[in-house]
């Protein structure tokens, strides 16, 4: 016999609240839909109004609680304007989960510091910041969930991965500093890592049809990965049946990184 209340003790987000930024687009929208119909208020957060309201209005829609800030994470004084709001929205969260990133990756020799600034600003500061923010917090209350989604290019260089895979290597590691800080007091930090999705931040690589044959050939499933490929894996890493999992990398890849 299947117990709904089981599963439900497992799984459901209800009474939680969530703030993903990038949750506008592509992977991060994918996951503030998983989170908000799994029963989580969400707060999604990026800079563009206007999707970030199709969005909210889209999980509303459905029946979940969800809210918006546009937001410039490439300052530290726009992440914390921006953490201020989300939290106004909902109240404090429980779920922080970091999507929002930049890759912008020229050939090495031609990578300057804006380009590195620039990206560290958004695909490290901004997540380092906004735990310092959430995760104390977290702790306080007992329970709390960092999820970061990373790259193939935080294990393996290819594509010119540049200043963005050390972005993704170093969210990595601050994953695993923030579980041996928190996870004795209920928090756990885990990373998402995607294999090859067709999403904006990728649409330089989606625009070449050879390359994206090559990339959905080397995965063990066939094909490249979809936003809502991450819906389990979200929900699972979000809720209180992750609670002894922590510091891990998830590769939600399609086999991509073991082929």
């Known amino acids: 016999m299947i117990s709904k209340d089981y599963l439900s003790g497992l799984f459901s ?7 993903v930024t990038g949750g506008s687009s592509g992977i991060g929208r994918g996951i503030a839909g998983a989170l908000a119909q799994a029963g989580a208020s969400v707060v999604v957060v990026a800079r563009g109004p206007e999707r970030l309201a199709e969005t909210a209005g889209e999980l509303a829609a459905l029946g979940c609680r969800a809210a918006w800030v546009s937001g ?3 300052t530290r004084e726009g992440v914390r304007a921006a953490a201020e709001e989300a939290a106004a929205a909902f109240g404090e969260p429980d779920i922080l989960v970091n999507c929002a990133g930049v890759n912008i990756r020229p050939p090495m020799a031609e990578l300057d510091e ?3 600034d620039t990206t560290m600003a958004v695909n490290l500061d901004a997540p380092f910041l906004l735990g310092q923010r959430f995760g104390p917090g977290m702790a306080e209350r007992g329970f709390g969930r ?3 989604v ?3 290019q935080a294990h393996r260089a290819f594509v010119r991965s540049g200043a963005y895979g050390v972005s993704k290597g170093a969210l990595e590691s601050l994953a695993r500093s923030q579980a041996e800080a928190w996870s004795p007091r209920g928090v756990t930090a ?3 890592v995607p294999g090859f999705v ?3 931040l990728n649409a330089a690589l989606s625009a070449d049809p050879a390359k994206v044959e090559a990339l959905a050939a080397r995965t063990m499933v066939g094909r490249n990965g979809l936003a809502e490929d991450f819906a389990g894996a979200a929900v699972f890493l979000a809720s209180r049946a992750s ?3 922590t510091g891990q990398s998830v590769f939600v890849d399609g086999g991509f990184s073991v082929h």
Not at 13 to 19: F, I
């Open 114 to 116: 804006d380009v590195w």
């Open 243 to 245: 609670g002894y999992v």
């Open 198 to 200: 067709m999403t904006p």
């Open 150 to 152: 990373t790259s193939q």
């Open 13 to 19: 987000l209800d009474g939680l609240n969530a703030v």
């Open 190 to 192: 885990n990373t998402l």
């Open 146 to 148: 960092l999820i970061h």
């Open 72 to 74: 410039d994470l490439r």
